[in-house]
């Protein structure tokens, strides 16, 4: 593993054995792929949105790195802070009536129309605009502040129970990044955290058809643990499907807190 390295390491352990020079790129699951870019971004000064997409191995990043740092452009230890709910090219940010249009459509529209909550049915826009907001405790659009503004998606948490200590979180891609580019992912991540920050939860449930675990693939057994699950309870594609209940501990999500946000 080279130096360069050793700073995502000491925050995330976990990813320990995938940060050597002959690890490829695309056999990252999108969790790993988005932990590494979001600490490139983060430590390495104006680093091009490109660069991870061009690169083929883990030692081509790490060259890139050690070409920054002798440029006096890598500052290892540098983290997001977590009071703007934005980092690694994504924002946070109130849930707008012209957000509305564009999740009805993304939410109608191919795979996700069968993917998402109605899974197959269709609703009147007006009803579809009020189901947003029912039994939410938070809720924020995913925007993303790279390039040209564009909504990416929207996190949710839902049915709380402070009392007991605990509540749902559900999320929403629209389609406009492919989901390999681990910005959703980061949005989760951001959003968990500010979950763990301004209430007291103990876990946050995420409730998943099993065909929907791919954009949280590579954390289960570590950030995520499987708390229940139903047996066929899905039809899709000419067969039934589980659900799957996974929880997040605070325990367990402080290591990544404290590798991404002061």
């Known amino acids: 593993m080279r130096d360069v390295f050793k700073d995502l390491e000491d925050r995330l352990p976990l990813l320990a054995d995938r940060l050597e020079d002959d690890t490829v790129w695309d056999e990252l699951t999108p969790a790993e792929r988005y932990a590494v870019g979001a600490w490139a971004r983060a430590v390495v000064d104006d680093l091009p949105d490109e660069l991870l997409a061009s690169c083929d ?9 050690e070409q920054a740092a002798a440029h006096g452009r890598f500052h290892p230890g540098r983290r997001y802070p977590r009071r703007e709910l934005a980092g690694d090219g994504i924002a946070l940010r109130p849930l707008r009536a012209d ?20 899974r197959g049915r269709t609703v009147p826009y007006e009803t579809f605009a009020a189901m947003l907001h029912e039994g939410v405790f938070a809720q924020y659009a995913v925007e993303s502040t790279v390039g040209p503004p564009s909504l990416l998606g929207l996190v949710s948490a839902y049915d709380a129970d402070t009392a007991c200590g605990h509540c749902y979180v559900a999320f929403h ?12 992912f980061g949005a989760i991540i ?13 876990k946050l449930y995420l409730d998943i058809p099993e065909y929907n675990v ?6 289960e057994g570590l950030l995520m643990v499987e708390e229940g699950r139903l047996r066929e309870h899905y039809f899709l594609g000419g067969r039934f499907h589980d659900r799957i209940v996974y929880a ?4 367990a999500f402080a290591p990544m807190s404290e590798a991404w946000y002061v």
């Open 57 to 65: 191995t883990m030692g081509d990043l790490a060259t890139w790195v």
């Open 99 to 118: 957000h509305v249009p564009i999740l009805y459509e993304s939410a109608f529209t191919g795979e996700r129309s069968w993917k998402w909550r109605f």
């Open 173 to 184: 891609n629209t389609g406009v990044h492919h989901p390999a580019s681990g910005r959703m």
């Open 190 to 202: 951001g959003f968990m955290d500010h979950l763990f920050h301004v209430s007291p939860f103990r």
């Open 214 to 219: 791919g954009l949280l693939r590579g954390f």
């Open 248 to 251: 997040v501990y605070r325990e």
